[in-house]
């Protein structure tokens, strides 16, 4: 099968590239309520490429939220059913000016393809549509397919998991097929294997009722700028372990075994801290870089803002302080309990003089995905035909809460063959996608349909 798809792959590439810049000109940031026409527009782009890769049937369904493009083809309710998913929507584009090319223009520089959403997740997703255009056109589909593509992701899937209840008999499957993360190197694929829970905070501090000259009440009142900063502080230790009390009560440790494995992986710290420019790698003392996103826990903040921070200087004692916290947790670790004891906890830091308030945005579970089901052992061959390398197993740092709820409403597991890299820059400015993780993607793809098929009868 596999000189079939790269001969495919050849005779189509200029035309699916076209298509997916197509779907990576359209600004979709779900955060944003006026691109609301742009979700739309996204589903609706995306519900037409499904049926023109030979979906039976595509629809744009509305949610609270944004909507969910669902397709699908059913050759045979006896075989099993992969089920697709991923997210049309992207992350706002802002520092705009840090951009070498527009976020929406899409553009191939140095072999690689620059734009928002280019790997996160628009150019991953499309892989799996061209994939199956592959199989179905070819006559080689082995399996019903579904797709169930949302546009909140970004915002925290918040009308996913009613979505899937109530459409539980549409979406009933025996995996869902997910390409949303990273992989260790083109050299060096993998399959992931773990994601980490989130909780994510806002917090609000107040001082005076009023905005103050800095000048005639600084150093006689508390500043809740310096305050919110003394607070943060506080939350890591010299060890930069977390200090909120109970925080590390469900953290499971991993073996010894399992540790001695992970340190396999061909990760080079050097390469690492060269490709984001920083001296040193700081984290949670005893514990290597690749534990500490994998099986550890962390906080970071995300913004802090208030004050003056305009053009000039502004002598003023700001009356409000802000900061959005989140804590990425480990799989065991439950996003709700970790919410209150944070809450608990920032809310009995505060200093005297201030008012302290916290709250939850959004978050979810982590994720385990077992090495020990036929999709893992699937995918496991799919990649070595492919690349000529067996794929390692892979703890991600990032975190995608709606996988942990489709097992929860739907019974239905998760594989997660991510083809982006770290240097992909998702969320960030210039993200781009390298083309050969594009191409590479959609070879692999149909090898794990084909094994899938044959492992799960
Ligand atoms: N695709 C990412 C998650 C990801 C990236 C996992 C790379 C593993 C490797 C996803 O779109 C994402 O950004 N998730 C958010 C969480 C969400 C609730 C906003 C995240 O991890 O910050
Ligand atoms: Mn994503
Ligand atoms: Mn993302």
């Given at each position: 099968?596999?000189?079939?798809?790269?001969?495919?792959?050849?005779?189509?590439?200029?035309?699916?590239?076209?298509?997916?810049?197509?779907?990576?000109?359209?600004?979709?940031?779900?955060?944003?309520?006026?691109?609301?026409?742009?979700?739309?527009?996204?589903?609706?782009?995306?519900?037409?490429?499904?049926?023109?890769?030979?979906?039976?049937?595509?629809?744009?369904?509305?949610?609270?939220?944004?909507?969910?493009?669902?397709?699908?083809?059913?050759?045979?309710?006896?075989?099993?059913?992969?089920?697709?998913?991923?997210?049309?929507?992207?992350?706002?584009?802002?520092?705009?000016?840090?951009?070498?090319?527009?976020?929406?223009?899409?553009?191939?520089?140095?072999?690689?393809?620059?734009?928002?959403?280019?790997?996160?997740?628009?150019?991953?997703?499309?892989?799996?549509?061209?994939?199956?255009?592959?199989?179905?056109?070819?006559?080689?589909?082995?399996?019903?397919?579904?797709?169930?593509?949302?546009?909140?992701?970004?915002?925290?899937?918040?009308?996913?998991?009613?979505?899937?209840?109530?459409?539980?008999?549409?979406?009933?499957?025996?995996?869902?097929?997910?390409?949303?993360?990273?992989?260790?190197g083109q050299d060096a694929p993998s399959i992931t294997t773990g994601l980490r829970g989130l909780s994510y905070m806002e917090v609000e501090v107040t001082g005076p009722n009023r905005d103050l000259h800095s000048g005639l009440y600084g150093g006689a009142v508390a500043n809740p700028i310096n305050m919110l900063a003394k607070m943060i502080a506080s939350l890591t230790d010299e060890n930069n372990r977390i200090t909120i009390p109970g925080f590390y009560d469900d953290v499971i440790e991993v073996s010894k075994e399992e540790r001695e494995e992970m340190a396999k992986a061909p990760f080079d710290v050097e390469k690492y801290k060269k490709e984001i420019d920083i001296d040193e790698v700081v984290g949670e003392k005893g514990f290597s870089t690749i534990e500490r996103t994998g099986i550890r826990p962390s906080l970071d903040v995300n913004g802090i803002w208030g004050g003056y921070t305009g053009e000039g200087a502004k002598t003023v004692l700001p009356s409000k302080a802000y900061a959005k916290i989140s804590m990425r947790l480990v799989p065991n670790q439950k996003s709700e309990k970790i919410d209150k004891l944070f809450i608990n906890h920032f809310e009995s830091i505060a200093p005297p003089g201030v008012r302290v308030k916290a709250r939850k945005l959004h978050g979810g579970e982590g994720y385990v995905s077992p090495t020990d089901q036929p999709a893992y052992r699937a995918a496991s061959k799919a990649y070595e035909e492919a690349f000529g390398i067996k794929p390692i197993p892979f703890r991600s740092g990032g975190s995608i809460p709606i996988i942990p709820l489709f097992e929860e409403v739907l019974g239905v597991k998760s594989i997660l063959m991510g083809f982006g890299l770290e240097s992909d820059a998702i969320h960030s400015p210039n993200e781009n996608y390298p083309l050969w993780n594009f191409f590479k993607g959609i070879e692999t793809i149909p090898l794990f349909y084909k094994h899938y098929s044959e492992m799960a009868k």
């Open positions: 099968m596999k000189e079939k798809i790269v001969d495919y792959i050849e005779s189509n590439r200029d035309r699916f590239l076209e298509e997916l810049f197509g779907l990576l000109q359209i600004p979709s940031i779900s955060a944003r309520s006026e691109h609301k026409e742009d979700m739309y527009k996204t589903a609706e782009y995306l519900k037409k490429s499904l049926l023109d890769a030979g979906a039976d049937s595509a629809e744009v369904m509305p949610t609270d939220g944004h909507p969910v493009v669902y397709g699908e083809k059913i050759i045979d309710p006896s075989k099993p059913t992969v089920m697709v998913y991923g997210h049309y929507d992207v992350q706002p584009v802002e520092p705009l000016d840090l951009w070498k090319s527009e976020p929406f223009k899409p553009e191939i520089r140095d072999g690689k393809i620059w734009a928002r959403g280019a790997d996160d997740d628009k150019g991953q997703l499309y892989m799996h549509v061209k994939a199956f255009e592959f199989l179905v056109s070819e006559g080689e589909l082995p399996c019903n397919v579904k797709f169930m593509i949302e546009g909140e992701e970004e915002v925290g899937s918040p009308n996913l998991g009613k979505f899937c209840k109530e459409n539980k008999e549409k979406l009933k499957s025996d995996i869902i097929l997910v390409s949303d993360t990273t992989m260790i």
